[in-house]
């Protein structure tokens, strides 16, 4: 009974262990270690996932200010007249005179009558055998003189140089105001004058002159030189002044310029004159309405980029469940919200009936309400309509889309007037104006019922208010006046105003609010550090704790073994007598 008891115990519990880690145990430690801080790893992972869903938002944020930035950068580029407005001239003949207009350019027809072209004057040598002759061999340096526009030119001439140093010394000179020097090659008909020496004014117009000064050039014939005195040169072509008439006038006379590209004739308009007529010239000054219909079209694109990316967003699946990144975000409901007000409503300081337009419905973009469509929200252009707006009115259109501060008063008598406002700091609208004048001088006034300060015959708006800084002249006759005056703001410059404020790094709401994103990154991201830190200990103490679990059973497996050992020798058979 017994020797089977310790057969049995000899077998199983004091056999030596197989080993996994490297120890004596027979336990795969490492495995148990690994899975237990798996287990306290848990945290970890949900806070790294919360992590991952903030740091989403932060990216779709982001790419949303780069949104609104490009239509930032659409609406700035033509939130004024003069960048919004274009105009185009046609010209009845393109071969006397072509022109460009701006957007100061007032629409009409100009008659033009090009008597003569400005021109550079030429001057041209009688000309040597060679570039390579040499003009100076007298042993010392010699000099030629000239004068340009008044402005004397002296040139050294080394000895030993050639013609071809001579115009290269008449280019680098620093003195040389404005005349250029080349070799011309008259062909290999020409022997001992193939070569001639040219200089060229680089300016059109009669004070641009070219005169070979003699007192000062020593480059003379003499002294074994060449001669280069003015006798010596033909002018080939003279300087002169372009000279024209302007819708008849001045008649029997002539406007003279020293240029044929000409842009104070016209306001706004630039003339390029190509050559002389018989006939006055036609020129068209009109308004551009593709140029302008591509403008608008271009903040529409814009536009809608951004909205169908908020919607994109913010979206909700009722079937799935799903939602958007930023479904629920009240900084893009802020955002869209504020770019939906210009969109749709009235422009400030227009009014029916005193301006063609006031909103951008009227000239053919509406905003889709359909929220089964793809393009809900979005701007949507009928094309027609837009058209014959632009073709109808196209000032009106250019004041809805870009008038900049334009102040109007609608004082008919001429009694109060705008004169002036500080962009940036007056705000748009239309304001109430009352005045009492006595004596020649007013007595009261104020500006949407608000006192105004009084200077003159000037009252303007006071701090604290909208009309702050809005400046109106009073006629100074005695009496009580009352009228409106609006200082307009086109739908450009709303987006343009209105993106500032959005996009501010300080005060916009979407870097506001991933400000906050960022600091709750950075608090998922110090709780992620402690536990990986606490992890970290519980790993370690897991292993100090399985280290010494290893030793307790290795030092068991050894007396066991010991105890295995003995008890065979104490069995029968297994002792000697």
Do not use: C
Request: aromatic share 6%; proline share 3%.
């Amino acid at each position: 009974m017994a020797d089977s008891t310790v057969t049995s115990i000899s077998s199983s519990l004091f056999q030596p262990a197989v080993t996994f880690s490297g120890l004596g145990s027979g336990i795969d430690s490492q495995s148990i270690i690994d899975q237990l801080v798996e287990v306290e790893s848990r945290q970890i992972e949900h806070l790294e996932s919360w992590k991952a869903e903030w740091t989403e938002k932060i990216t779709a944020l982001q790419e949303l200010n780069v949104k609104l930035t490009d239509l930032q950068s659409a609406v700035t580029a033509m939130d004024t007249p003069a960048e919004f407005l274009a105009k185009t001239v046609a010209s009845s003949d393109t071969t006397v005179v072509t022109a460009t207009a701006a957007a100061t350019a007032a629409a009409g027809s100009h008659q033009v009558e090009v008597n003569q072209l400005a021109q550079n004057e030429i001057e041209v040598h009688a000309g040597l055998s060679s570039t390579d002759t040499v003009v100076n061999a007298s042993g010392t340096s010699k000099v030629f003189a000239f004068t340009y526009a008044g402005s004397t030119v002296s040139v050294t001439v080394p000895d030993g140089a050639t013609l071809e140093d001579l115009a290269d010394a008449i280019n680098a000179s620093g003195a040389n105001p404005g005349v250029t020097a080349l070799v011309l090659d008259m062909g290999s008909s020409y022997t001992t004058d193939r070569y001639r020496l040219m200089l060229q004014g680089n300016d059109t117009g009669s004070d641009y002159t070219i005169t070979i000064d003699d007192t000062l050039t020593t480059l003379d014939g003499t002294d074994s030189t060449e001669d280069f005195t003015s006798v010596t040169f033909t002018q080939s072509q003279a300087a002169q002044n372009a000279q024209l008439r302007l819708d008849g006038y001045p008649p029997g006379a002539w406007i003279e310029r020293a240029s044929n590209q000409i842009s104070d004739l016209i306001t706004g308009v630039t003339l390029t004159l190509h050559d002389t007529s018989t006939s006055p010239v036609t020129l068209t000054v009109s308004h551009d309405t593709t140029t302008m219909q591509e403008k608008i079209q271009d903040l529409v694109t814009a536009y809608n980029e951004v909205v169908a990316y908020i919607r994109e967003q913010t979206q909700y699946d009722s079937i799935t469940g799903e939602a958007g990144v930023l479904f629920g975000n009240y900084a893009v409901h802020i955002v869209k919200s504020e770019l939906a007000a210009i969109a749709t409503g009235n422009a400030p300081g227009f009014q029916d009936p005193d301006d063609p337009y006031l909103n951008l419905a009227q000239i053919g973009i509406t905003t889709d309400a359909d929220e089964t469509s793809s393009t809900f929200g979005q701007l949507l252009v009928d094309e027609d309509t837009l058209a014959s707006a632009l073709s109808s009115d196209p000032q009106g259109v250019g004041y809805l889309m870009a008038a900049s501060f334009r102040g109007i008063s609608d004082d008919d008598t001429g009694n109060i007037t705008y004169y002036s406002s500080l962009p940036g700091i007056t705000q748009p609208g239309t304001y109430q104006v009352s005045a009492t004048v006595s004596g020649g001088t007013i007595t009261n006034g104020t500006i949407n019922g608000h006192p105004a300060t009084i200077d003159g015959d000037t009252l303007t708006g006071a701090e604290g208010y909208p009309e702050y800084g809005l400046a109106v002249r009073i006629n100074l006759v005695d009496g009580t006046y009352t009228s409106t005056v609006r200082l307009q703001l086109g739908i450009n410059g709303q987006f343009t105003e209105k993106l500032e404020d959005l996009l501010s790094v300080s005060s916009g709401p979407l870097n506001i609010v991933m400000e906050n994103y960022n600091d709750i990154v950075d608090s998922i991201d110090a709780k992620i550090a402690r536990e990986q830190r606490r992890v970290e200990s519980v790993r370690q103490r897991l292993v100090e704790q399985f280290t010494r679990l290893e030793a307790v059973l290795a030092q068991l497996n050894e007396q066991a073994n010991y105890l295995a050992s003995a008890f065979q020798n104490l069995a029968p058979g297994g002792q000697t007598t």
